[in-house]
């Protein structure tokens, strides 16, 4: 009597596929092959040791060629031993869509001896600002913005005003409180509402020195205000902001919503699984 093999996908993240594959049949460790769509991409062996489930578990390494940002149709079968049916892994189809959301590190620089802060998205002014203007100093990575526009976004605006830089999304409404001194100018897009992986950001001033600030979340609003005297806070986000640079989207569907039908495989005498197996892009073995 062939018994099917069992196992199940236990993690999948924008990196690597992980799980177990186990046949009362063979004593070997089991193959494991992953398609996208119906096109074979890897063939692995389920031999690493976990606590668990003993030498029986895989590790997948996504290549970066997937990490598209478009959406990819993962399946993942046991391979029989002896040659049989070979089934589907619990949780072991999935849609995956991974990719570089276009966000970029936002630098906040800080001037000591004016009291005032400075954005900037361009990886050129960590040193250039710094250098050019030494009483500007970089204070790091402070949230994610867009260098460029994207679906759902806005510029956001700012200008010297003379003692400080002053921040809308609006050009109209920058230099309100205080006239600019120069031309207004875009810095970077930004979310204009809230949506998942996002985490608002609130302009604040500070009277006494005359200083916008930018507060990641609530709980930066309530810092600044009882660290620094940030008093004035507007009550709405000023704009939203990716919280990572890599969008992750994984799906597990499963039965009986999933209705893929296992598939038979035998390496040695089917010709178009055999050619779907060399032509594969990439291929993990042992």
């Given at each position: 009597m062939n018994v099917?093999?069992?196992g199940y996908v236990d993690r999948v993240t924008c990196d690597t596929i992980t799980g177990w594959a186990s046949d009362e049949d063979s004593s070997s460790p089991l193959n494991v092959h992953i398609y996208d769509g119906n096109a074979m991409i890897a063939n692995i062996y389920a031999d690493e040791y976990r606590s668990d489930v003993g030498y029986r578990s895989f590790t997948y390494t996504i290549p970066e060629s997937y990490k598209d940002g478009t959406l990819h149709?993962?399946?993942?079968?046991?391979?029989?031993?002896?040659q049989g049916k070979n089934p589907l892994l619990t949780q072991g189809s999935f849609t995956f869509a991974c990719g570089n959301?276009?966000?970029?590190?936002?630098?906040?620089?800080y001037n000591s001896h004016k009291v005032a802060h400075f954005y900037s998205i361009r990886p050129e002014d960590e040193q250039g600002v710094t250098r050019k203007f030494r009483d500007w100093e970089a204070e790091g990575?402070?949230?994610?913005?867009f260098p460029n526009p994207q679906d759902g976004t806005i510029p956001l605006y700012t200008c010297w005003t003379g003692s400080t830089h002053d921040y809308d999304t609006d050009p109209a409404y920058v230099g309100d409180q205080k006239p600019c001194t120069e031309n207004v100018w875009k810095l970077f897009d930004v979310y204009?509402?809230?949506g998942p992986n996002r985490t608002p950001i609130y302009l604040m001033y500070r009277a006494n020195k005359d200083n916008y600030i930018f507060a990641v979340g609530r709980d930066d609003v309530?810092?600044?205000?009882?660290t620094y005297g940030f008093s004035?806070?507007?009550?709405?986000?000023?704009?939203y902001a990716p919280n990572s640079l890599v969008s992750e989207e994984i799906t597990t569907i499963n039965p009986p919503d999933d209705t893929v039908t296992p598939i038979s495989l035998d390496k040695s005498t089917d010709e178009t699984e055999q050619k779907n197996f060399n032509q594969a892009?990439?291929?993990l073995i042992d």
């Amino acid at each position: 009597m062939n018994v099917q093999p069992t196992g199940y996908v236990d993690r999948v993240t924008c990196d690597t596929i992980t799980g177990w594959a186990s046949d009362e049949d063979s004593s070997s460790p089991l193959n494991v092959h992953i398609y996208d769509g119906n096109a074979m991409i890897a063939n692995i062996y389920a031999d690493e040791y976990r606590s668990d489930v003993g030498y029986r578990s895989f590790t997948y390494t996504i290549p970066e060629s997937y990490k598209d940002g478009t959406l990819h149709r993962f399946r993942v079968f046991a391979i029989n031993e002896p040659q049989g049916k070979n089934p589907l892994l619990t949780q072991g189809s999935f849609t995956f869509a991974c990719g570089n959301t276009g966000a970029m590190p936002v630098t906040r620089f800080y001037n000591s001896h004016k009291v005032a802060h400075f954005y900037s998205i361009r990886p050129e002014d960590e040193q250039g600002v710094t250098r050019k203007f030494r009483d500007w100093e970089a204070e790091g990575t402070t949230f994610n913005a867009f260098p460029n526009p994207q679906d759902g976004t806005i510029p956001l605006y700012t200008c010297w005003t003379g003692s400080t830089h002053d921040y809308d999304t609006d050009p109209a409404y920058v230099g309100d409180q205080k006239p600019c001194t120069e031309n207004v100018w875009k810095l970077f897009d930004v979310y204009q509402d809230d949506g998942p992986n996002r985490t608002p950001i609130y302009l604040m001033y500070r009277a006494n020195k005359d200083n916008y600030i930018f507060a990641v979340g609530r709980d930066d609003v309530q810092h600044l205000q009882s660290t620094y005297g940030f008093s004035k806070v507007y009550t709405d986000p000023l704009f939203y902001a990716p919280n990572s640079l890599v969008s992750e989207e994984i799906t597990t569907i499963n039965p009986p919503d999933d209705t893929v039908t296992p598939i038979s495989l035998d390496k040695s005498t089917d010709e178009t699984e055999q050619k779907n197996f060399n032509q594969a892009s990439f291929l993990l073995i042992d």
